[in-house]
C-alpha cells in the first residue's frame, strides 16, 4: 500500500492508447508526411513542438503545415488526421480514475499534448457513463496551455504551486524516464508506466 495523497496522471500511454503508424500514414495520406517525420531536426517535428508548447494556435499550425508540404487540405482534414494517433482510453481506467476520487485522492493530469488532441480526448474518449473528464480530474496541465512541457523543471513546479501541492505526498504517473527523473528532482514520487496498464496493478 502506497500512502500518496495527490497522483499526476500524464495522458498518452498511460491512459490513452496512441496509435503513432496511424498517425504517420493519415498525414502520408493527404500530403504531409513531412508532419510526422520523427528527426528532431525536421520542420515538422519543430512545427509540432511550437504548437505543443503554445508558441502558434491550431490555425497557425495548419497554416505553416500547408506552406511546408504544399498540400492543398483544410483544417478539418489536418486535424482528422492527427487525431488518428489516439485509439481509446479502456473503461477500466476510467472507473480506476472514479474510485480513486471516491477514495479521496486528489487526481490531477498533467500532458504534453495540443489542443486538436485534447479536444478529441474530452469529445470522445473520456466519457463513460455519466462522466467527463471534469469527473476525474481536479485539474488537467496541458502544456500548449501551459507554454511548458515535460521535462522541463518550470513545468512541474508550477503544477505544484497552482495545485498547492506537497511533493513528497505525490506521485505522478508517466511513460518516459526522462520525464518520471525530472520530477524526482522536486521530490515527486514517480511510477514509470513502461507497459500500457503497468499502473493499473499498483495498490493505492
Same mark, same amino acid.
Given at each position: 500500500m502506497?500512502?500518496?495523497?495527490?497522483?499526476?496522471?500524464?495522458?498518452?500511454?498511460?491512459?490513452?492508447?496512441?496509435?503513432?503508424?496511424?498517425?504517420?500514414?493519415?498525414?502520408?495520406?493527404?500530403?504531409?508526411?513531412?508532419?510526422?517525420?520523427?528527426?528532431?531536426?525536421?520542420?515538422?517535428?519543430?512545427?509540432?513542438? *511550437?504548437?505543443?508548447?503554445?508558441?502558434?494556435?491550431?490555425?497557425?499550425?495548419?497554416?505553416a503545415a500547408?506552406?511546408?508540404?504544399g498540400?492543398?487540405?483544410?483544417?478539418?482534414?489536418?486535424?482528422?488526421?492527427?487525431?488518428?494517433?489516439?485509439?481509446?482510453?479502456?473503461?477500466?481506467? *476510467?472507473?480506476?480514475l472514479?474510485?480513486?476520487?471516491?477514495?479521496?485522492?486528489?487526481?490531477?493530469?498533467?500532458?504534453?499534448?495540443?489542443?486538436?488532441?485534447?479536444?478529441?480526448?474530452?469529445?470522445?474518449?473520456?466519457?463513460?457513463?455519466?462522466?467527463?473528464?471534469?469527473?476525474?480530474?481536479?485539474?488537467?496541465?496541458?502544456?500548449?496551455?501551459?507554454?511548458?512541457?515535460?521535462?522541463?523543471?518550470?513545468?512541474?513546479?508550477?503544477?505544484?504551486?497552482?495545485?498547492?501541492?506537497?511533493?513528497?505526498?505525490?506521485?505522478?504517473?508517466?511513460?518516459?524516464?526522462?520525464?518520471?527523473?525530472?520530477?524526482?528532482?522536486?521530490?515527486?514520487?514517480?511510477?514509470?508506466?513502461?507497459?500500457?496498464?503497468?499502473?493499473?496493478?499498483?495498490?493505492?
Amino acid at each position: 500500500m502506497m500512502q500518496y495523497k495527490n497522483i499526476i496522471f500524464d495522458l498518452g500511454n498511460v491512459l490513452v492508447k496512441l496509435n503513432p503508424e496511424g498517425c504517420i500514414g493519415a498525414f502520408k495520406a493527404i500530403g504531409m508526411g513531412e508532419l510526422a517525420n520523427p528527426n528532431p531536426q525536421s520542420e515538422g517535428m519543430k512545427l509540432m513542438s *511550437k504548437l505543443g508548447v503554445g508558441m502558434i494556435t491550431t490555425e497557425a499550425f495548419c497554416d505553416a503545415a500547408r506552406e511546408l508540404t504544399g498540400a492543398d487540405v483544410t483544417n478539418e482534414e489536418i486535424i482528422d488526421a492527427a487525431n488518428k494517433m489516439l485509439v481509446e482510453i479502456p473503461d477500466e481506467k *476510467k472507473e480506476r480514475l472514479l474510485q480513486l476520487k471516491k477514495a479521496g485522492y486528489r487526481l490531477f493530469l498533467l500532458s504534453n499534448t495540443i489542443d486538436i488532441h485534447w479536444d478529441y480526448c474530452v469529445e470522445h474518449l473520456f466519457p463513460y457513463q455519466n462522466h467527463g473528464v471534469e469527473d476525474y480530474f481536479e485539474h488537467c496541465f496541458l502544456s500548449q496551455r501551459m507554454h511548458l512541457a515535460k521535462p522541463d523543471a518550470h513545468i512541474y513546479e508550477e503544477v505544484i504551486r497552482q495545485a498547492n501541492i506537497n511533493p513528497d505526498e505525490t506521485l505522478f504517473i508517466d511513460d518516459l524516464k526522462e520525464n518520471c527523473e525530472a520530477a524526482e528532482k522536486l521530490g515527486i514520487h514517480t511510477f514509470q508506466n513502461v507497459k500500457f496498464d503497468d499502473w493499473l496493478s499498483l495498490r493505492f
